[in-house]
């Protein structure tokens, strides 16, 4: 797997690239938004509906810098476009797990002032519940033409896009994460982003207690134990607001493409 290395951004160093999975060892102007089988479990309702939390991700996003982090190796461009990324499109069976919606808010910055970055592409992937991949072939499980927990979105005139999926579970080697990507431009003058999304470790224990994530045992790594979140991953926490229907988040990401 090929690393990744960026330029130093305002108040942020973009970290090197680092494979991982294999290998054991969450505002400027983007929001980014990462996995068990089983059956499908509610979050606990609060009076903070998910519809309130996404409409207050419509403000107007602060510019955030944050970090690259690795690929992984489990990025497949299937080329999905889709917002809830939940189902397999080869059976149309869905995966359960805890919902979660993700709002990306993307941004460039300026010298001094941030924009909008409309017609970004942003894809996501993660695990299910029990820790699984789709479309690729692992030691402990093989999902070649499966597509579930996958998809892009392009970012509106706002530069926001927003994906609807399942709080991730966990596997072996890596804390609970989501991994994203952002691309711009054209063929000519390409700009790529990828990073990963964290989760409160709290808030983890508590989904995870659920089904269908309880099925998968106790996880063995939390995020002070991640290598790869222990370069700068505390920029990349995703903040969750519960609702009757689940969780919600915004994560702003100001991009610096020149």
Partial sequence: MKKHRANRLIAAVLLRRRDVLGFLAGTIAVSLVGCFRGQSTS?????????????????????????QQTEGPYFVDEGLDRSDIRSDPADGSVKQGVPLRLTFRVSQVGTTSCSPVAGATIDIWHCDAQGVYSDVRDRNFNTLGKKFLRGYQVTNANGTAEFVTIYPG?????????????????????????????FDDALTEQVHAQPPYAANGQRTLKNDRDGIFREDGKQLMLQLTQG???????????????
Wanted: include cysteine.
């Fill in 43 to 67: 979050a606990k309702p609060t009076s903070a509906p998910m519809q309130a939390a996404t409409q207050a991700a419509a403000t107007t996003p602060s510019c955030v810098v944050r970090p």
């Fill in 170 to 198: 966990w596997y072996p080697g890596r804390t609970v994460h989501i991994h994203f990507k952002i691309r711009t431009g054209s063929a000519s003058q390409h700009y790529e982003f990828t990073s990963q999304l964290y």
């Fill in 244 to 258: 009757a229907q689940g969780y919600a988040g915004t994560f702003d990401i100001g991009l610096q493409m020149s």
